[in-house]
């Protein structure tokens, strides 16, 4: 019995130190979530001017090819944020719960449907007007998706 109590005190620092550990772990997964949501919302906000400029003005075959790798990367970087949200330990809980650092498909569809749906294979078409709708559904799916990004940010932190 007294063997136990004399190595009890050690076996008590050693999981304290265990658990502060993972909540460190924890805590920096929330931090690297964070920070990448507010690269996917630059990037959203990025894609939205971009998209724009590109609909009101010539068409431009390399200005094509940068609105797709945006598009592609910010879909990357979406897709990315339930993975780093999840707990590396089973019987740890999640940075984040998964349900919460997902940013639903559809939006990101949405934005890529408003962009490239028309116009923006036609290299004949002329520029769009100002008051187009083609550019409010750019910017409205942009809004959206940018919405969606803002709520994970609001699950991410501390």
Not at 12 to 27: D, E, S
Not at 92 to 107: E, G, I, Q, R, Y
Request: glycine content about 4%.
């Amino acid at each position: 019995m007294s063997e136990i109590l004399k190595i009890l005190p050690s076996l008590l620092v050693v999981g304290g130190w265990m658990i502060v550990y993972q909540l460190q772990a924890l805590q920096a997964r929330r931090k690297v979530l964070r920070e990448e949501v507010e690269k996917a919302r630059a990037a959203v906000l990025t894609l939205n001017g971009d998209a724009l400029r590109f609909h009101m003005s010539a068409h431009s075959i390399a200005d094509r090819l940068a609105l797709v790798a945006a598009l592609t990367d910010i879909e990357r970087r979406c897709e990315l944020f339930p993975q780093i949200s999840v707990a590396r330990r089973t019987w740890l809980p999640d940075a984040v719960p998964t349900n919460k650092a997902k940013v639903d498909s559809a939006l990101i569809v949405n934005v890529r449907q408003a962009i490239t749906l028309n116009h923006f294979d036609d290299e004949s078409a002329a520029p769009l007007s100002v008051g187009s709708t083609q550019l409010e559904e750019i910017t409205a799916a942009c809004t959206a998706l940018v919405r969606s990004v803002d709520g994970v940010m609001v699950a991410a932190l501390d």
